[in-house]
């Protein structure tokens, strides 16, 4: 929908137009994301653009950088939060795969997407991929597991994790929360106690 200038002459935020991006990206992939379709969204000139990003590679970093600082600055955050065991550790992590303002979803696939055909942004995938399993590996390593076995289970469990991405899998969430705790079992070998999942679920679920 077209967006109303609040007064003659606006040319928007640099802001505005990053938020318009990125909702052509998840939308439609990174080809969508192109000046014209952008200044008709927001209802405003082309020209409007370049006041605030020399070019589109420009806006298109902003939007790798914009992915770096949520999703895997976020979940390197939910590794390194307080824990009393290995379990309660696996559910905060676990907050990134229920809530989006953690871990964006719809960004992760349009990224993954992305970098098929950028290697510059294949890269950047690849980086972060390392650095998100070392972060899991170190969680497990944190509470007694071997380098091997830390390195093994935090790939286990990133990897499930793409795969549920990349497949686009679609659950409620209910389904989700139901499961969570024999995931948390299955990747750490530990279950958590009803106290731990009684914690999180309180994490997810409105007030009644």
């Known amino acids: 929908m077209t967006m109303q200038r609040p007064e003659r002459g606006w040319r928007g935020t640099p802001d505005l137009w990053l938020e318009a991006a990125y909702d052509l990206l998840v939308e439609g ?3 969508a994301v192109k000046v ?3 200044a ?6 082309r020209t409007s653009f370049y006041w605030h990003f020399p070019d589109r590679e420009a ?3 902003r939007l790798v950088d914009r992915w770096r600082e949520k999703n895997t600055a976020n979940l390197l955050a939910r590794c390194e939060a307080p ?4 379990a309660e550790a696996m559910l905060n992590l676990c907050d990134c795969w229920l809530d989006g303002d953690l871990f964006d979803s719809r960004l992760e696939f349009a990224m993954r997407t992305w970098s098929l055909t950028d290697p510059e942004v294949a890269r950047a995938m690849a980086e ?5 399993i070392e972060a899991i590996t170190a969680l497990f390593r944190r509470f007694g597991y071997d380098e091997t076995e ?3 289970r935090a ?7 793409v795969g549920y991405i990349a497949l686009r899998s679609e659950e409620s969430l209910e389904l989700r929360l139901h499961r969570i705790p024999a995931y948390v079992l299955t990747f750490c070998g530990k279950a958590p106690t009803p106290e731990e999942v009684a914690a999180f679920r309180a994490r997810h679920l409105a007030p009644a």
């Open 36 to 38: 014209m379709p952008l």
């Open 59 to 61: 806006l298109l970093a």
């Open 155 to 161: 790939r286990a469990l990133y990897l499930t994790q």
């Open 29 to 31: 992939g990174v080809d």
């Open 40 to 45: 008709e969204r927001l209802g405003l000139s």
């Open 83 to 86: 824990a009393g065991t290995i």
């Open 150 to 152: 830390a390195d093994t």
């Open 128 to 132: 972060a991929d390392s650095v998100r």
